[in-house]
């Protein structure tokens, strides 16, 4: 059974950096697609990125574009999200998600992924 753990949440200014990993077990972490949601209090889950297995290209939400940057290390079966540029609006809590299956753009939708982590929180200060 996949288990996803994320880490590296936490309180920071607006403006300020934070650098969220999601490490992965169970499986063969090289043989899923990964990616990276969001959901602040009372509003829908948001993509915000996801790397296929190579990490050959990746995947951006309009509203995180240019200011965070996903990655993987296949031999440390950890996923990453750099997150720069922080504003008030990306305060939300911060899942990761595992998919052995999927296709062309399917990794930014929620409903591709089988496995999901417990999530950690994201507070950014005005």
Do not use: H
């Given at each position: 059974?996949?288990?996803?753990?994320e880490?590296?949440?936490?309180?920071?200014?607006?403006?300020?950096?934070?650098?969220?990993?999601?490490?992965?077990?169970?499986?063969?972490?090289?043989?899923?697609?990964?990616?990276?949601?969001?959901?602040?209090?009372?509003?829908?889950?948001?993509?915000?990125?996801?790397?296929?297995?190579?990490?050959?290209?990746?995947?951006?939400?309009?509203?995180?574009?240019?200011r965070?940057?996903?990655?993987?290390?296949?031999?440390?079966?950890?996923?990453?999200?750099?997150?720069?540029?922080?504003?008030?609006?990306?305060?939300?809590?911060?899942?990761?998600?595992?998919?052995?299956?999927?296709g062309?753009?399917?990794?930014?939708?929620?409903?591709?992924?089988?496995?999901?982590?417990?999530?950690?929180?994201?507070t950014?200060?005005?």
């Amino acid at each position: 059974q996949v288990q996803l753990v994320e880490s590296g949440g936490g309180l920071v200014q607006a403006g300020g950096s934070l650098r969220l990993a999601c490490t992965f077990s169970g499986r063969t972490f090289s043989n899923y697609g990964m990616g990276w949601f969001r959901q602040a209090p009372g509003k829908e889950r948001d993509f915000v990125a996801a790397i296929p297995k190579t990490g050959s290209l990746t995947y951006y939400g309009d509203s995180t574009k240019g200011r965070f940057t996903i990655s993987r290390d296949n031999a440390k079966n950890t996923m990453y999200l750099q997150m720069n540029s922080l504003m008030p609006e990306d305060t939300a809590v911060y899942y990761c998600a595992a998919a052995s299956s999927y296709g062309g753009g399917s990794l930014r939708r929620g409903q591709t992924y089988s496995y999901w982590g417990q999530g950690t929180q994201v507070t950014v200060s005005s």
